[in-house]
Nanobody
């Protein structure tokens, strides 16, 4: 099973985008789901994560206060609202299921799918 991220695009600095994460053939019920991003030639890095119950959110310091992760259980979707975008937010964004362990290690995430490119122009 793979997760599909969508909603990326080209936006000017200071603008906003909302990314969506969908799962085919499964539900997110009970899952901890995260967003990670990858710069060219770099390892994927943690961006945000949302738990199932109780509902908690965690953010990387670099995006705290600008990005918001949420989930709609009825629609089986997870979202990443990105505001006040900066050029350094330019990356490919992925959603994935957290398998356990440190949330800062991409190896602790699974069900990777195709990411979505976010490009912020300055």
């Amino acid at each position: 099973v793979q997760l599909q991220a969508s909603g990326g695009g080209l936006v000017q600095a200071g603008g906003s985008l909302r990314l969506s994460c969908a799962a085919s053939g499964r539900t997110f019920s009970g899952d901890v789901v995260g967003w990670l991003r990858q710069y060219p030639g770099k390892e994927r890095e943690f961006v945000a994560l949302i738990t199932w119950s109780p509902r908690r959110t965690y953010y990387a310091d670099s995006i705290k206060g600008r990005f918001t992760i949420s989930r709609d259980d009825a629609k089986n979707m997870v979202y990443l609202q990105m505001n006040s975008l900066k050029s350094e937010d330019t990356a490919v964004y992925y959603c994935a299921v957290h398998l356990g362990g440190s949330i800062y290690s991409p190896s602790n995430f699974g069900d990777w799918g195709q990411g979505t490119q976010v490009t912020v122009s300055s």
